[in-house]
């Protein structure tokens, strides 16, 4: 069974930056068909694709958080990892981490991370 | 930025009640559409895929219809445990790009 699991602080001062790590396990992060991805939700409110990547390194990430979010990959640990630079209370979400099937066309996130309450707080 | 509009915000009806929710699309997405449910403190679970086609392991009170613009999510016959909200969620390509709507919720009436 497929397991993914987000580590990292949660808290991070304003202006800095926020990294998280998600470790995939019961399955490799190298298979075809599947991108890895974050998605974050705020306190109460809806859901926000934040980006995806392919084991290969291949990144897509939504515009309105392009210009301060890395997406790395690292195969040998069976790892991805999100980066948001510069951060503001605006940030302060649960961050998902999740498993893309593009195995069908809407390439939906089929398998998620438990999530990871990160605050943007001095 | 295709916008996702979900109908109604909130919905409240009594298990054995069947459930109709609506998701509009500012512009044709095809059929890259899919649902999700969500449970308070629980991370979302996968419903539907391709606008029409269950999951793994989902109940066959769940289903999918719509293409283009407008699609729903039918649940058939509520259970207690179908109290939770609903997203729904396109794929654009280009550029590419994954966007939610802003959610359903179903409560107990």
């Known amino acids: 069974q497929l397991q993914l699991q987000e580590s990292g602080p949660g808290l991070v001062k304003p202006s800095e930056t926020l990294s998280l790590t998600c470790t995939v396990s019961g399955g490799s992060i190298s298979s075809s068909s599947y991108y890895w991805g974050w998605i974050r939700q705020p306190p109460g409110k809806g859901l926000e694709w934040t980006g995806i990547i392919y084991y290969s390194g291949s990144t897509y990430y939504n515009p309105s958080l392009k210009s301060r979010v890395t997406i790395s990959v690292d195969t040998s640990k069976n790892q991805f990892s999100l980066n948001l630079s510069s951060v503001t209370a605006a940030d302060t979400a649960v961050y998902y981490c999740a498993r893309h099937d593009c195995s069908s066309t809407s390439c939906p996130f089929d398998y998620w991370g438990q999530g990871i309450l990160v605050t943007v707080s001095s | 930025e295709i916008v996702l509009t979900q109908s109604p915000a909130t919905l409240s009806l009594s298990p054995g009640e069947r459930a109709t929710l609506s998701c509009r699309a500012s512009q044709s997405v095809s059929s890259y559409l899919a649902w999700y449910q969500q449970k308070p403190g629980q991370a979302p679970r996968l419903l539907i895929y391709d606008a029409s086609n269950r999951a793994t392991g989902i109940p066959a009170r769940f289903s999918g219809s719509g293409s283009g613009t407008d699609f729903t999510l039918t649940i058939s016959s509520l259970e207690p445990e179908d109290f939770a909200v609903y997203y729904c969620?396109?794929?654009?390509?280009?550029?590419?790009?994954?966007?939610f709507g802003q959610g359903t919720k179903l409560e107990l009436k």
């Open positions: 969620q396109q794929r654009s390509n280009w550029p590419l790009m994954y966007t």
